[in-house]
C-alpha cells in the first residue's frame, strides 16, 4: 500500500520535468529574435557606412580632373592615375586625413532611426535561400511562414560594434518629409530597417534584408545571407546588394 503514494509522487514529478522541458524550447518567433538580436552588432555596424571614414577621397569628377589639366575625354582612368601623382592629390589627401581623424576622434553619438516593429516577410528570400546554399539541398517549409506576426523590437537589446551608434524608434521622428527634413537636436545619420529571418527546416541557415537610407532619394539594400558555425554562434555568409536610390 505503501508503494503506491510513491508511485504517484514519481509521476508528479515527471510531469513538472517534462513540463519545464518543454517550456525552456524556444518557439520559432522567440528563436529568430534571439538569432537577430545575436547578429545585430555585426549587421548595424556593417550598413552604416560613414563615407567620410573611407582611407582616401573618393575619385573627383571628370570635369575637376579637366580643370586641373588631365586629359579625361580619352582615358578617364590615366587621368585618374596621373592626378594621383601629383601635389594636387597629396594636398587633398592630406586634407581628407586629417578631417578622418577628427571624426574618429569626436564622440558625438550618432543616432539612427530603427522601426518599432519588424513584421516584413520577402517571399521570395526562399528560393534565394536555397539557390545561395546549393551545396547543403536546403529544404524551406513554406507552410511553416508567419507572414501575419512580427516582434515587437526592444531597443535596449540594439547594440552596434560601432560604439557610437544609438537607435531611436522611428515613432519618434516626424512623418513624411518632415523626416528628412527635421533639424534634429542630435546627431541624426540615417534610417536602417530589416525584414524578418527566414530560416531552413532545420535553422541552420537563413536570410534577411536590410536597407539603409541616408536621405530622401539616398540610400540602398542588401540580401544577408546566414549560417550557424561550428561553436553554434550565427555568422554573416554574404551579402548582396538588391537596390540603389
Given at each position: ?6 508511485i504517484?509522487?514519481l ?25 537577430f ?39 578617364y582612368?590615366?587621368?585618374l ?12 589627401l592630406?586634407?581628407?586625413?586629417e578631417r ?8 558625438t ?10 513584421n ?13 546554399f ?14 501575419e506576426?512580427?516582434f ?43 525584414s ?17 537610407g ?7 539594400g542588401?540580401r ?22
Open positions: 500500500m505503501t508503494k503506491l503514494p510513491q504517484l509522487i509521476i508528479l514529478i515527471s510531469t513538472i520535468f517534462f513540463n519545464c522541458e518543454q517550456k525552456t524550447e524556444l518557439t520559432n518567433l522567440e528563436f529568430e529574435k534571439k538569432v538580436y545575436e547578429l545585430f552588432p555585426e549587421l548595424s555596424d556593417k550598413m552604416y557606412n560613414d563615407i567620410r571614414l573611407m582611407p582616401t577621397p573618393p575619385p573627383p569628377s571628370p570635369k575637376y580632373l579637366t580643370e586641373k589639366g588631365f586629359d579625361t575625354r580619352n582615358d582612368h590615366k587621368a592615375k596621373d592626378w594621383e601623382k601629383s601635389d594636387d592629390y597629396q594636398h587633398r592630406n586634407d581628407w586625413k578622418r581623424d577628427s571624426i574618429i576622434n569626436d564622440e553619438l550618432i543616432y539612427i532611426a530603427f522601426p518599432d516593429s519588424i516584413q516577410f520577402e517571399r521570395e528570400d526562399m528560393y534565394e535561400l536555397i539557390n545561395h546549393n551545396d547543403q539541398k536546403l529544404v524551406v517549409d513554406s507552410k511553416a511562414f508567419d507572414l506576426n512580427g515587437k523590437v526592444d531597443f535596449e537589446k540594439l547594440k552596434s560594434n560601432n560604439q557610437k551608434l544609438r537607435f531611436k524608434p522611428i515613432s519618434e521622428f516626424p512623418k513624411g518629409r518632415e523626416f528628412w527634413t527635421t533639424n534634429y537636436d542630435f546627431n541624426f545619420q540615417g534610417s536602417l530597417s530589416f524578418r529571418i527566414l530560416f531552413d527546416k532545420t535553422k541552420t541557415f537563413g536570410v534577411l534584408n536590410a536597407g539603409f541616408k536621405g530622401s532619394l539616398d540610400g540602398s542588401c544577408i545571407f546566414i549560417r550557424k558555425g561550428e561553436n553554434g554562434n550565427w555568422i554573416i555568409d554574404k551579402i548582396k546588394g538588391t537596390w540603389v536610390s
